[in-house]
């Protein structure tokens, strides 16, 4: 009985010294959790699964508006590049100059109601762009071949500025085209985006030349060698709000009967054709949206 007694009174002793001991002595953080930045953390600091899934919303095309105006956004708009072309930026577009080819691969440009609308008398001007620094393609190129010196940066696109007028017959502009194509359904494509620049107050345009065989098959005219497209294609993309859409066209390099609605095509379709990337920097969602679907709701 004593032994029972004595062995709970030690315990009772043991129990008290290691409480008093503990109070005193021991440093508090002995009694936390382990750190673990999912428990150790600030209310302000907390984010739930909601606010995760927010983050990862991909821009609803209804709803998203190009954050640029002016420069920023044709420079934010333009096509990638080849890294053998030569990107020069004239007063009404800019273009990325192919010195295989002797011609563009593309141009690209802003056009606005306003600049539609501006009149100036047009005054053929040829001559070979200054600004191509391996010399563009000449008018004895195009001389006695059959060909028009087809505009892919319209000149009534730019009669809003007479040094833009003047800049869009630089040769680095022209590239061969059947006259019965420049003349015709080309011609009348030309002028429907002209009508859609102003009921739409503007829109960004993108011209260039589709070639089906690599560069030993091809045709060429003139001492420069300038490529004969096979094809051209044009995109026009609706950036502002609402209706921000596109619509994009690949028409043969010959006569057509048929009207450029028959042409409307997909921009994956171009850009499989050309090798180009269109509208790389918008956001993902977007650009896979607008360029999956031959879509001529809203411009008709």
Known sequence: MKKTVFILVLAVLVISLL??????????????????DSI???HDSISSPLDKQKSDISPDINNYDIPYNGNQLAQYLLPSQ??????????GYT????????????????????????QRKRIDSFKPDPYVSTGSATLADYKSSGYDRGHLAPFADMKWSEQAMKESFYMSNMTPQKPEFN??????????????AISDQQVYVVTGP???NPPAGRNYIGMDKVAIPDAFFKIILDFKQPGFKVISFLIPNERSMNSYWDYTVSIDTIEKKTGLDFFSKLPESIEI?????NNVSGWR
Not at 82 to 91: A, L, N, S, Y
Not at 97 to 115: C, P
Not at 289 to 293: N, P, T, V
């Open 40 to 42: 150790l953390v600030s």
């Open 210 to 212: 589709v070639f089906n």
């Open 82 to 91: 080849p890294k053998q072309d030569e990107i020069i930026t004239h007063i």
């Open 183 to 196: 003349q015709g359904i080309w011609e009348e494509l030309e002028s429907c985006v002209r009508n859609w």
């Open 95 to 118: 273009l990325a100059y192919n010195e295989q080819n002797e011609e563009a691969d593309w141009v690209a440009y802003e056009l606005t109601k306003a600049e539609v609308q501006a």
């Open 289 to 293: 949206e607008i360029e999956r679907e």
């Open 19 to 36: 409480i008093r001991y503990t109070k005193k002595d021991l440093p508090i953080d002995i009694f936390r959790f382990p750190q673990n």
